[in-house]
């Protein structure tokens, strides 16, 4: 079932030893001698007639003629939709609608019938098929998915009718090739067989070709969670002239899949239940690759001008030999220097060049954390296909992109203008990996050796898993590799570490959502609601906080359900749904109001925690803290007017920053998030590399002028089309808007915007997008501070900023900090004495800490920190002034003891410094056998807790006292550590309460090693 597991997982192996009965007639790159020649000998019927641009092209015209709005693809990333790690089906951007929660007034409530081709990625998550790419012809990471959609409009006779008419009128396949299913019902879920499509499909097909199916195949689900309902499928037979019902999904590639017809009914919600949802639809996708390969008769997706461009890059690239369609039986069987292996890393590196260059481009970058890190494991899999059977040098990969955006480009334009990205993101990343490949190959060997020595034969699972979660390494490189060692790979043991650190994952999710974020409106509640007459929250009044905001209790919802009526003392979290509010429900980054709602005779007051919006119906989400609260009460909307006008400057903020990051790092500059609470505004943007403090000062200081400015805030609600032709309009990617939409514009006022949208004036002005709260001057900021620039992940920073009494704590902060830094620099560190240069090291010490924990401008802290470590430079070459002039006396009194010494007889000397370190007592060492030839043991306290040691021994009295052995017996006395020569050893302890003791065991060792006193 193509929308439910995508392609069908494996080949048998009857299929894979039978040679189809049309392959003298059918196109491939192999049998056209490779990637290179590829064009040169397609066979004539297939991409001629059927080239892919145009298999896509006149699918969307088809259903534009049957009056279906032309949709542009989503991105991968699906913003607004926490649930998908990827958009893995074509109907995910319109889930909302299925599920009768698409926003009113947006362009998306308004669509009755849609089509497009959507890019597509099945990575991670339920609709997983990583593993299976490269093994067989038909799977794939990234593919794209025809798709039509009904919202409410027509069913399944129309959707029967036109996939046939275009599988059979307009691309002309011949009927006797296809099979169709129907799902045959499941007594478990209550469900009857789909005898309606069944009819349908009879007008067209034999009974013989008609087939029932299971839930499995014919029970299409996006998830453990969502739409769903029963789906019919269409199979094409590639051979024909034969009964191939037996075949069809039995994983044979012969008989395929090639469009699914969902009849989306339901929605399945937590804890497995289906509801009915509001109205009926249709849902339709068709593999994009997989019908190419169909009209270019051709037998792989693999064979088809799809991938020809790319793998001919990989060619030229790597310098591998020429692809040769070559499939093994099992994962065994991959391996260098084999067909199989190449042939098989052509397979891996196209797809996954494909998938990574897509999704980095769509906004997703490579972490260590949910999509991220899937497409991090995506790319080391491909790298590690080709370094180790293509023999490509590292950096290879990277080369990949041009290709793989060229051959989507048309298509996909965003990719285009997003190479340049794309590329520095993947060269950072393969190389990282790279150097890790070497470590990962390290840990292996030595764990495999471990295991060798103690007598076992088997990889053990932890072991696997380790690699996989820590070195990036899949399970199939550690089995390779684990054979080649002669040992076999705990596979269950490592799926228990996998199912482990998913169940961990899974709790420590749901810890951090806390009991208030399970309280939400699904489809069955909104549909409830609807149901009853409920009209949706009219929440206008949100932008006023002086506006009338008396109430009536429309719905009060719990943990367990709808209720009539709730007492306080139960400490249950509810949700309260009211005809109108003024509370600000979370949405763009700005976070919720809080406040009360307060029944009209004072009897009841609901605490509001959080607001969210669902489908046009706002909940208050809270607790009851006094009185009771039924359906139908009166009550007054108390938002915490403080808080709002806070976050409301907050929100302004961000359109300032924004705009100011424009005019300083230029257009490349695009919003990748935001945070907008009554504190701060945190600012997170598309760019390569740290910003300068230079840079960092320059935003700010716009940001000031803007202040200064007191340029006001215009607001207006105009039609989507009329913002978009403004200049200089920014709009957050991925961000679905609402039509009309709310314009916001520090400057000049809206009118003038739409009067002259072209206007080259406006690029000096932020113009944005935004259904936020807002002041309604620069003014009211007060002050500004641009108080943190991080990185993100690669290619995305983040700046945060405050305005009003924060900024100005934060000016003053900078300022008390400088004024400490002058007063520790006041005097010259040319003629200090030992005292003060102490004193002053460490008050810059001291202060450089408080630097990096303070709350004030980025430019600052940077030119703190760049002060400090300079005037630590000149102190720190006035204490080693004065250190060498202190080893120089200390050195001139050892020599002299040492001289008194010899004369008195003795061979060797122990002599007791202060504050000199291991460095020069060499040099005093050094100085001491020379002057006297004498044998010595330095001791020196260094900062008054540690001792430096080191025993120095002419040649003539090293085998009597080696000078390593005199230092290993003293250092015994004060808990050191060291080592060296006969000749020399040095060392250090901790002990200074030891220094005594180790002064006579030192002379005791060296008076009965060589004698005197």
């Not at 049309?22 to 991409?47: F, L, P, Y």
């Not at 053990?460 to 684990?482: C, K, N, Q, R, V």
């Not at 002060?867 to 200390?890: N, P, V, Y």
């Not at 007592?921 to 540690?946: H, N, R, W, Y």
Request: hydrophobic share 45%.
């Amino acid at each position: 079932m193509l929308a439910l597991r995508a392609f069908s997982p494996v080949l048998t192996a009857a299929a894979l030893a039978r040679p189809p009965a049309t392959v003298a007639r059918r196109g491939s790159i192999a049998a056209c001698g490779g990637s290179s020649r590829w064009h040169a000998c397609m066979s004539a019927r297939d991409a001629a007639a059927w080239p892919a641009d145009k298999v896509r092209s006149q699918f969307v015209s088809f259903f534009e003629a049957k009056q279906h709005s032309p949709v542009a693809s989503s991105p991968v990333v699906p913003y607004d939709d926490p649930t998908l790690l990827f958009a893995n089906a074509g109907m995910n951007q319109f889930k909302p609608l299925f599920v009768g929660q698409a926003a009113p007034g947006s362009a998306l409530a308004k669509l009755k019938r849609a089509t497009n081709s959507q890019k597509c990625i099945r990575a991670g998550g339920k609709h997983n098929d990583l593993e299976d790419v490269g093994m067989d012809t038909y799977h794939h990471t990234f593919f794209e998915m025809l798709g039509s959609w009904s919202f409410g409009d027509y069913f399944k006779e129309e959707a029967i009718d036109w996939a046939w008419e275009l599988l059979t009128q307009v691309y002309g396949l011949p009927p006797d090739r296809f099979y169709a299913t129907y799902f045959e019902g499941d007594e478990g879920l209550g469900l009857a067989p789909d005898e309606e499509a069944r009819q349908l499909w009879l007008r067209y097909l034999p009974e013989e070709r008609v087939l029932p199916g299971n839930a499995k195949d014919n029970f299409w689900e996006m998830g453990d969670v969502g739409p769903c309902g029963p789906c019919s499928e269409l199979h094409y037979d590639r051979i024909g002239g034969r009964d191939a019902a037996h075949l069809v999904n039995m994983d044979d590639p012969d008989v395929l899949e090639v469009w699914n017809l969902v009849f989306m009914q339901f929605n399945r919600e937590v804890g497995g239940l289906l509801r009915p949802l509001p109205a009926k639809s249709v849902d339709t996708g068709m593999g994009f690759e997989r019908l190419v390969s169909i009209l270019q008769d051709v037998r792989s997706n693999y064979d088809t001008d799809v991938f020809a461009p790319i793998f001919a890059e990989i060619e030229a690239v790597t310098g591998a030999e020429p692809y040769g369609g070559a499939l093994a039986a099992d994962a065994s069987a991959v391996l260098p220097g084999t067909a199989v292996g190449r042939d098989t890393a052509y397979r891996v590196v196209a797809d996954h060049i494909r998938t990574l260059s897509t999704a980095i481009a769509d906004g997703a970058l490579p972490s260590n954390e949910g999509r991220g890190y899937v497409l991090r494991r995506i790319l080391r899999r491909a790298v590690r296909y080709g370094r180790q059977m293509l023999g490509a040098e590292e950096g290879f990969f990277t080369k990949l992109v041009p290709a793989a955006v060229g051959s989507l480009s048309a298509a996909f334009p965003e990719l285009a203008e997003q190479q340049d990205h794309v590329q520095a993101v993947i060269a950072d990343e393969e190389a990282a990996f790279s150097s890790m490949l070497s470590r990962g190959i390290k840990e292996f060997n030595s764990r495999a050796e471990a295991i060798k020595q103690a007598g076992g034969g088997g990889f053990d699972g932890a072991s696997a898993f380790f690699l996989y979660d820590s070195m990036g390494f899949p399970l199939d490189l550690t089995e390779l590799m684990a054979r080649e060692a002669g040992l076999a790979v705990d596979v269950s043991g490592f799926q228990a570490a996998m199912e482990e650190q998913k169940a961990r994952s899974a709790a420590a999710a749901a810890a951090s959502k806390g009991d208030g974020a399970l309280l939400t409106l699904g489809p069955e509640q909104t549909a409830r609601l609807a149901d009853e007459g409920v009209a949706f929250t009219d929440d206008s009044f949100k932008f006023d906080l002086g506006a009338d905001a008396g109430a009536t209790v429309r719905a009060i919802y719990g943990a367990g359900g709808f209720v009539d009526a709730a007492e306080a003392g139960g400490g249950e979290t509810l949700g309260v749904v009211l005809d109108r509010s003024s509370f600000f429900s979370q949405a763009g980054g700005q976070v919720p109001d809080v406040g009360s709602l307060v029944e009209a005779g004072g009897g009841a007051t609901f605490r509001v925690s959080s607001v969210q919006s669902f489908g046009g119906y706002v909940l208050h989400v809270g607790s009851l803290e006094s009185g009771s609260l039924s359906a139908g009460d009166s009550v007054a909307c108390n938002v915490d007017g403080e808080r709002r006008r806070r976050i409301s400057k907050s929100h302004t903020l961000t359109h300032a920053i924004n705009l100011a990051l424009h005019q300083v790092l230029g257009e490349g500059v695009s919003q990748k998030g935001s945070l907008v609470d009554d504190s701060k505004a945190r600012f997170d943007f598309s760019h390569g590399k740290a910003m300068s403090a230079a840079e960092c000062e320059r935003v700010e200081a716009l940001v000031r002028t803007m202040v200064a400015e007191a340029l006001p805030v215009h607001i207006q609600t105009v039609p989507l089309d009329k913002a978009l032709a403004i200049n200089n309009l920014r709009a957050v990617f991925g961000e679905r808007y609402p039509d009309p939409v709310r314009v916001v514009s520090i400057g000049p006022e809206v009118p003038a915007l739409l009067a002259a949208p072209e206007s080259d004036e406006w690029e000096q002005y932020s113009i944005e997008l935004c259904g936020g709260t807002h002041i309604p001057s620069t003014s009211d900021f007060g002050s500004f501070a641009l108080v943190e620039e991080s990185a993100v992940a690669k290619g995305v920073r983040r700046v945060v900023g405050v305005a009003g009494e924060l900024a100005a704590e934060a000016e003053a902060a900078g300022a008390a900090l400088q004024s400490r830094l002058a007063e520790l620099t006041a005097s010259a560190a040319g003629e200090a004495a030992a005292g003060e240069v102490e004193a002053t090291r460490k008050g810059l010490t001291a202060l450089k800490l408080e630097v990096d924990a303070a709350t004030t401008s980025v430019h600052v802290k940077v030119a703190l920190r760049d002060s400090i470590a300079a005037a630590d430079r000149e102190w720190l070459k006035r204490a080693k002034q004065l250190s060498a002039g202190e080893a120089d006396r200390a050195a001139a009194a050892a020599v002299a003891e040492a001289r008194a010494a010899a004369d008195a007889g003795d061979k060797f000397v122990v002599v007791q410094v202060e504050d000199v370190d291991g460095k020069a007592l060499q040099t005093l060492a050094q100085k001491v056998v020379k002057e006297s030839g004498l044998a010595v043991f330095a001791l020196s306290v260094v900062d008054g807790d540690k001792i430096a040691c080191l025993a120095s021994v002419p040649k003539g009295d090293a085998d009597a006292l080696p000078a390593n052995s005199w230092l290993q017996t003293v250092l015994a006395e004060v808990n050191g550590r060291g080592g060296g020569r006969p000749a020399q050893a040095q060392g250090s302890g901790t002990d200074v309460a030891g220094l005594p003791k180790a002064l006579e065991v030192a002379r005791a060792m060296a008076t009965e090693a060589l004698g005197g006193r």
